[in-house]
């Protein structure tokens, strides 16, 4: 079974510098997905990055990019240039390569981001 | 384009009593999935709709959990009778369903519903 894990239950940074959220996970396979979502406090998650385990580079989103090692089985989130509005919980999921045994995500137990003015 | 919607946004009931939550999935999306998150620990799996079809139910805990999606549009997920240990936050997400070929299938999530066992 696939888990991921969220070393970081809490993190803080002062607007405008850069945050890393790290992240790692355990899998046997070789192809899958790894994803970042965003839970503001109003509740609604959002996807903020993809990323597929065949791509070597790593996937960027304006000012949110990833780290992906795939031998090291890490996906760190680097938010530059943070935002109040960056305040969230964060986060980090798995998904399986597609097939029929289903699309479920595998959740680490997130990491609280906290912006300071 | 509306998003997913849940109702209610937060239920307090006690023990032994019953609770039915809706999730609305964005139109046209034939994948719905239902996850929650039990006392601050990871959001986990319950189950994976593929239109009115059961795809995966793996993550159901018990038969105390009944999920239907008559029709193939909203779905309730229906908890008889309610335990302590039910308290959390239900999240339910939808996609699109893609021809076979591999290509990732956004899970878009609903604001959740906070069930409060007493």
């Known amino acids: 079974a696939q888990t991921v894990t969220q070393s970081q239950p809490e993190m803080s940074v002062q607007e405008a510098e850069t945050v890393t959220l790290s992240c790692t996970y355990d899998t046997s396979e070789s192809d899958y997905y790894l994803f970042w979502y965003k839970q503001p406090p109003s509740r609604q998650m959002i996807l903020v990055i993809r990323?597929?385990?065949?791509?070597?580079q790593n996937a960027t989103e304006n000012r949110f990019s990833v780290n992906f090692q795939k031998a090291a089985k890490s996906f760190s989130l680097k938010i530059s240039d943070s935002q109040l509005g960056d305040a969230a919980m964060y986060f980090c999921?798995?998904?399986?390569?597609?097939?029929?045994?289903?699309?479920?995500?595998?959740f680490g137990g997130g990491t609280r981001l906290m912006v300071k003015p | 384009e509306a998003g997913v919607t849940q109702f209610p946004s937060h239920s307090v009931i006690e023990k032994g009593q019953t609770v039915t939550l809706r999730c609305d999935p964005i139109?046209?999306?034939?994948?719905l999935y239902w996850y929650r998150r039990v006392m601050g620990k990871e959001i986990k799996f319950l189950l994976h709709?593929?239109?009115?079809?059961?795809?995966?139910e793996s993550g159901m805990p018990n038969n105390r959990f009944l999920a239907e999606r008559t029709g193939g549009t909203y779905s309730t997920l229906k908890v008889q009778p309610a335990e302590l240990e039910d308290s959390g936050v239900y999240f339910c997400?939808?996609?699109?369903?893609?021809?076979?070929?591999?290509?990732?299938?956004?899970?878009?999530f609903g604001p959740g519903t906070r069930l409060t066992v007493l």
């Open positions: 999921a798995y998904r399986r390569w597609r097939d029929n045994a289903g699309n479920m995500l595998t």
């Open positions: 139109s046209g999306h034939d994948n």
């Open positions: 997400a939808s996609s699109q369903d893609l021809p076979l070929g591999g290509s990732t299938d956004t899970q878009y």
């Open positions: 990323q597929e385990a065949y791509k070597q």
């Open positions: 709709f593929v239109k009115e079809s059961k795809q995966d």
